[in-house]
């Protein structure tokens, strides 16, 4: 529960000093992969900004409910084809585990909410859903693995797709 301790320190310090929150945000950008964390299904959590968002665990599959105060009613994301695995022990880097989690997001005119999940057998995907939007804002898919960083240029993606001949090969995406 690391990330949720930080979590609420960056949300009142986002409330009480809108420009310098942005500074916090970044420095806890490198460390997503320790923080994200699958959290207990129903557990509502704020969104910087305005809203909340919460994970459920319905029907033998994830729901998403993102709310924002913009809206009348919460956006429903399925996520029933998500995965989430846990690593077994710290260092433990067996099929990228540590990545897998969810995670409020803040960059540039995007706020909402981050998915690291598995998809299939050893894929990992990244969704990006705002807090406003119906739809995913972007959708990232890793053969085997994606990584995230915080970069001079941006928000970074790094993620490994295969070629025509399966050979593996490193894609990079810039938020």
Same mark, same amino acid.
């Given at each position: 529960?690391?990330?949720?301790?930080?979590?609420?320190?960056?949300?009142?310090?986002?409330?009480? #000093? =809108?420009?310098?929150?942005?500074?916090?945000?970044?420095?806890?950008? =490198?460390?997503?992969?320790?923080?994200?964390?699958?959290?207990?299904?129903?557990?509502? %959590? =704020?969104?910087?900004?305005?809203?909340? #968002?919460?994970?459920?665990?319905?029907?033998?599959?994830?729901?998403?409910?993102?709310?924002?105060?913009?809206?009348?009613? $919460?956006?429903?994301?399925?996520?029933?084809?998500?995965?989430?695995?846990?690593?077994?022990? @710290?260092?433990?880097?067996?099929?990228?585990?540590?990545?897998?989690? @969810?995670?409020?997001?803040?960059?540039?005119?995007?706020?909402?909410?981050?998915?690291?999940?598995?998809?299939?057998?050893?894929?990992?995907?990244?969704?990006?859903?705002?807090?406003?939007? $119906?739809? $995913?804002?972007?959708? %990232?898919?890793?053969?085997? #693995?994606?990584?995230?960083?915080?970069?001079?240029?941006?928000?970074?993606?790094?993620?490994?797709?295969?070629?025509?001949?399966?050979? =593996?090969?490193?894609?990079?995406?810039?938020?």
């Amino acid at each position: 529960m690391i990330f949720q301790g930080w979590h609420s320190l960056c949300h009142r310090f986002l409330q009480r #000093y =809108p420009l310098r929150a942005v500074l916090c945000w970044l420095l806890c950008l =490198p460390c997503l992969s320790l923080w994200a964390e699958v959290p207990a299904s129903g557990t509502d %959590l =704020p969104l910087f900004g305005a809203g909340s #968002y919460r994970l459920d665990y319905v029907d033998h599959g994830w729901r998403l409910s993102i709310r924002s105060d913009y809206l009348t009613s $919460p956006i429903q994301h399925d996520l029933s084809d998500c995965r989430f695995c846990a690593a077994e022990s @710290v260092g433990d880097e067996s099929d990228n585990c540590q990545m897998d989690g @969810v995670f409020p997001l803040v960059f540039d005119q995007f706020n909402g909410v981050g998915v690291v999940c598995h998809v299939g057998a050893h894929s990992q995907r990244l969704l990006l859903f705002d807090s406003v939007a $119906p739809n $995913p804002k972007r959708v %990232l898919t890793g053969s085997y #693995y994606l990584s995230l960083a915080l970069t001079s240029g941006g928000f970074e993606v790094t993620y490994d797709q295969l070629n025509h001949q399966g050979e =593996p090969y490193e894609q990079n995406e810039m938020f």
